[in-house]
């Protein structure tokens, strides 16, 4: 079941069961995509009816963000549960880890994405990265094609959004992957260039503002916050 939060529908599922989900798909045929929006990108598919209906179309929509949780409760229709991308990229790499699942990571600057593999090779035993590629290239038909020669059943596709989920719906069939999950910058915090905000922080819901204070410049971007809570005041109004 989906829950609308103007105009983006979220599923309403625990981590359990969108993990189980990824799974699920990584092994069925046919290229599936898994989204993250967070009120910047519900915010982005407002303006752009062509995004919004590309990301309503992919097969797991997950509530990345506090902002969609308060949403969708001031809404009256809350969700049961945030999913954080970057949660649920961990515990899916545990679950392939523990049976052989392929996966290649896409995206960040030249360098990340192979140190993250480094890294999440140590910490799930297991896992086969089977390659990488960086996020900044101009021509898609070799990375498609590389992604293809790997054999890999999972893509993570971290080229910031709306971006990745751009690519995904436009070349993700000719990677011959199952399963391709938007996931912005979790490759920098893979590598460990980027370090995610304290739990404390977290449990707070104030991730995004550890953000802000370590990258001042995301201000422009998080200005579609307020925006966001100001649509959802008024779709309530509306009501
Ligand atoms: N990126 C990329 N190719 C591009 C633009 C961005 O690979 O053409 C990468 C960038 O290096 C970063 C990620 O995409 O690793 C976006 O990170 P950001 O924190 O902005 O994403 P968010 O999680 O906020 O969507």
Not at 56 to 64: E, H, P, R
Not at 98 to 123: H, I
Not at 127 to 146: K, R, S
Not at 210 to 229: S, T, V, Y
């Amino acid at each position: 079941m989906r829950i609308d939060v103007l105009g983006v529908g979220f599923d309403n599922i625990t981590m359990e069961q969108a993990v189980a989900e990824g799974l699920r798909l990584s092994k069925t045929e046919g290229a599936h995509m898994v989204v993250t929006p967070n009120p910047e990108i519900v915010e982005l598919c407002r303006e752009d009816p062509a995004l919004r209906d590309l990301v309503n179309g992919a097969d797991l929509v997950l509530a990345d963000g506090i902002g969609i949780l308060y949403g969708a409760k001031l809404l009256g229709t809350p969700l049961r549960q945030r999913l954080p991308g970057i949660e649920f990229a961990q515990a899916l790499m545990a679950a392939l880890a523990g049976n052989g699942g392929k996966l290649f990571l896409l995206g960040a600057k030249p360098g990340v994405a192979e140190e993250a593999a480094r890294r999440l090779c140590a910490a799930y035993p297991g896992l086969q990265i089977v390659g990488t590629h960086d996020g900044y290239f101009t021509d898609d038909a070799p990375v498609t094609e590389a992604i293809r020669g790997s054999g890999a059943e999972v893509v993570f596709v971290c080229l910031g959004a709306p971006k990745q989920e751009k690519w995904i719906a436009a070349h993700g069939a000719e990677t011959g992957a199952h399963l391709l999950v938007g996931l912005g910058g979790c490759l920098d915090v893979f590598s460990g260039n980027v370090k995610r905000a304290p739990v404390a922080f977290q449990k707070l819901g104030l991730e995004w503002l550890h953000r802000l204070l370590k990258d001042p410049r995301r201000i422009g971007r998080m200005m579609k916050l307020p925006l966001f809570m100001a649509h959802v005041a008024g779709e309530k109004r509306g009501k």
